[in-house]
């Protein structure tokens, strides 16, 4: 099992950046593919990145490529999301989520690729 808390939330003007970390406890967590979702008020929850298990791997939503970047860190079994240029439109819960096709090069962009989550960090950009 691996269990997931979110921290680097906060409130930021548009056109500024945040990095979002994820730490996660757990002897799984180098060997899960991890990912970066969001949800929106009255929206549904949406994939923004993910990474393999070997961190060879990435994948962006269209709205994120270019500005947000995911990497990790498995000697701090901590997870990250840079993000830069934020708009308005990212204000968002922002959920870390970890993987259980252990040793994959699959990176998942649906919920159901993920079978862990925490609890989410709220990141709020103003116009």
């Known amino acids: 099992q691996v269990q997931l808390v979110e921290s680097g939330g906060g409130l930021v003007q548009a056109g500024g950046s945040l990095r979002l970390s994820c730490a996660a406890s757990?002897?799984?967590?180098?060997?899960?593919?991890m990912g970066w979702f969001r949800q929106a008020p009255g929206k549904e929850r949406e994939f923004v990145a993910g990474?393999?298990?070997?961190?060879?791997?990435?994948a962006a939503a269209e709205f994120a490529k270019g500005r947000f970047t995911i990497s990790r860190d498995d000697a701090k079994n901590t997870l990250y999301l840079q993000m830069s240029t934020l708009k308005p439109e990212d204000t968002a819960v922002y959920y870390c989520?970890?993987?259980?096709?252990?040793?994959?090069?699959?990176?998942?962009?649906?919920?159901?690729?993920?079978?862990?989550w925490g609890q989410g960090t709220q990141v709020t950009v103003s116009s």
């Open positions: 989520a970890a993987g259980e096709l252990y040793y994959s090069d699959y990176v998942g962009d649906q919920n159901s690729d993920y079978g862990y």
């Open positions: 757990g002897r799984t967590f180098s060997r899960s593919p």
């Open positions: 990474i393999s298990w070997s961190g060879a791997y990435t």
